[in-house]
């Protein structure tokens, strides 16, 4: 069987593998405080074009989603994101858990857009019971989106606008941000994202990483105790050099970009090969994400040989279905889905 349904079934890079077996035998300081955190920081930041930021290394992207918005939000205040946002839809309530209620606008193609932002926000302003509602505080996007498409640079400026406007926190998801940089069309890169946002992260275990996410905080604000923060969640790791180091593995010689473009442009092949057999992409996108509709008898076919992701139903009954590629994935199995299809 071929396994498509997620960009995780696979260990880490061998490079990564390789350091950390180079390494075992080597002692270091805990929680974060040696030199492979150190050094994945630094490397992490070229790419940023500053280095007036705070990086931490957490386990996973839930942990880092509510870490980082419990830490930036008072308990009357509130997070926006899609409907489809991760931290409303994927994350098992970790943020209501932790005391926060998130607002949500329908998306748009997974994403959020500034106009619904701008809706949310005037309700709560034009109030005349603000102490009965939450305040809208922070705005959640994921980049790419959960339905893999991307936002670009006019759609995230219009965000920004109204976040300035508004005394609104920004915060973009970059579990799969490898992807996203690297689709075709993209506009947007590390420079521009660490100018726009308060805080970020860069995701490691989807991209190549045994796991781990390295989360950016710009805001001098939001520094402030949150290794606190970090240590109260679950998420400062005693051995914390084995997440710097995979990340310095990652970025010192661009080999976190070089992995996902490559992964983008494995899906597009799979993209084009359903496209010309007639197949609906739902939606449209130019990540690692493959959304397509299929009728009974085509789900039936490919699932003989192919594990992929059930994500619900189209308006004329089709199963709706995700294929995902991924730094892992072998130009053999590319060619075998795509003879899959061909056949259909």
């Known amino acids: 069987m071929y396994r498509w349904n997620n960009d995780y079934n696979h260990g880490a890079h061998p490079a990564i593998l390789q350091a950390l077996q180079q390494t075992n035998q080597d002692a270091f300081a805990g929680y974060g405080l040696d030199e492979w955190c150190?050094?994945?920081?630094l490397e992490i930041k070229k790419?940023?074009?500053?280095t007036d930021v705070d990086i931490h290394f957490l386990l996973g992207g839930t942990q880092a989603n509510y870490t980082l918005i419990s830490h930036a939000l008072r308990p009357w205040q509130s997070a926006v994101c899609a409907d489809c946002g991760h931290i409303n839809s994927h994350e098992t309530g970790a943020l209501e858990h932790a005391g926060i209620k998130i607002l949500t606008a329908p998306a748009e193609d997974g994403k959020l857009s500034a106009k619904a932002l701008h809706e949310?926000?005037?309700?709560?302003?034009?109030?005349?019971?603000?102490?009965h509602i939450t305040e809208p505080k922070l705005v959640y996007l994921s980049f790419p989106s959960e339905l893999g498409t991307v936002y670009s640079k006019e759609q995230l400026q219009a965000i920004k606008q109204e976040c300035v406007q508004n005394d609104l926190l920004l915060f973009i998801d970059g579990a799969r941000m490898g992807y996203g940089l690297g689709a075709a069309g993209n506009d947007v890169d590390l420079k521009f994202i660490a100018s726009l946002t308060d805080a970020f992260y860069l995701g490691g275990t989807k991209c190549g990483a045994?796991?781990?996410?390295?989360?950016?905080?710009v805001n001098d604000a939001l520094k402030k105790h949150f290794r606190a923060s970090m240590k109260q969640n679950g998420g400062m790791l005693a051995k914390g050099w084995l997440l710097g180091l995979q990340f310095y593995t990652l970025f010192a010689d661009g080999l976190?970009?070089?992995?996902t473009k490559k992964a983008d442009a494995q899906a597009d092949l799979i993209r084009n090969a359903f496209v010309k057999k007639g197949i609906a992409l739902c939606p449209e996108n130019r990540t690692n994400q493959i959304f397509v509709a299929l009728d009974?008898?085509?789900?039936?076919i490919l699932a003989e040989k192919h594990i992929f992701e059930n994500e619900g139903y189209s308006q004329d009954g089709r199963r709706i279905v995700r294929f995902c590629?991924?730094?892992?994935?072998?130009?053999?199995?590319?060619d075998a889905l795509i003879a899959d299809i061909e056949k259909l």
């Not at 009974?296 to 039936?300: A, G, H, L, V």
């Not at 590629?325 to 590319?334: K, L």
């Open 256 to 259: 976190y970009f070089e992995i």
């Open 38 to 41: 150190k050094k994945g920081s």
């Open 296 to 300: 009974r008898e085509q789900e039936k």
């Open 47 to 50: 790419y940023l074009g500053r």
């Open 120 to 131: 949310i926000v005037a309700a709560y302003r034009s109030s005349d019971v603000k102490e």
């Open 210 to 217: 045994l796991f781990g996410e390295a989360l950016v905080i």
């Open 325 to 334: 590629t991924s730094w892992s994935t072998d130009a053999a199995d590319v």
